[in-house]
């Protein structure tokens, strides 16, 4: 009989990927902060700590098409950081690597969800750490539907238990 023999990484990494890109045609949850562009609505912003010496973040957030086509996530810009760029991650062997991407397709009538260990914001070169309770302003800028400011908060995502849960930047 053969062994399996699957790492506790693999599996924690196959838990994580499991959630990497979530698409649903879910409502924007009441109560939340949201931001309307043409026919996006964009909810749930938020960023992850970072330690006190890092020089790079990631931030998430949900855009919901309302449209009839699909719209696409081409470019976000912040005053906190000296490059933002659009992040998938991808497999390279046994290794998840974080490349950039030119977009994000937000198809029409789903709601598109970036988060940790799938798409993200990556914002390069930081002006500070990014602390808890602070708001990071991110211009989104859409193919089709212009371009909105929103504002991330920076902790946990929205909704999410504080103990037992630890969130990774990216
Ligand atoms: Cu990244």
Same mark, same amino acid.
């Given at each position: 009989m053969r062994r399996k023999s699957i790492s506790p990484a693999l599996l924690l990494f196959a838990a994580v990927f499991g959630g990497f890109v979530l698409v649903t045609g879910a409502a924007v949850q009441a109560g939340e902060k949201t931001y309307t562009t043409g026919h996006m609505v964009i909810g749930r912003a938020w960023a992850a700590e970072t330690p006190r010496v890092a020089k790079t973040g990631a931030a998430y957030f949900t855009m919901a098409n309302g449209g009839p086509k699909a719209d696409y996530l081409i470019a976000v810009a912040s005053p906190i950081a000296q490059n933002v760029a659009l992040h998938a991650h991808r497999m390279v062997g046994n290794v998840m690597q974080m490349a950039p991407v030119l977009g994000i397709a937000i198809p029409s009538g789903q709601t598109v969800a970036l988060k940790p260990g799938g798409r993200h914001v990556m914002l390069i070169g930081l002006s500070k750490p990014l602390k808890g309770g602070d708001k990071i302003p991110l211009t989104l800028s859409f193919k089709h539907s212009g371009s909105v400011q929103v504002v991330a908060v920076v902790g946990? @995502? @929205?909704?999410?238990? +504080? +103990?037992g849960r630890s969130y990774r930047s990216y």
């Open positions: 946990l @995502p @929205p909704g999410a238990r +504080k +103990k």
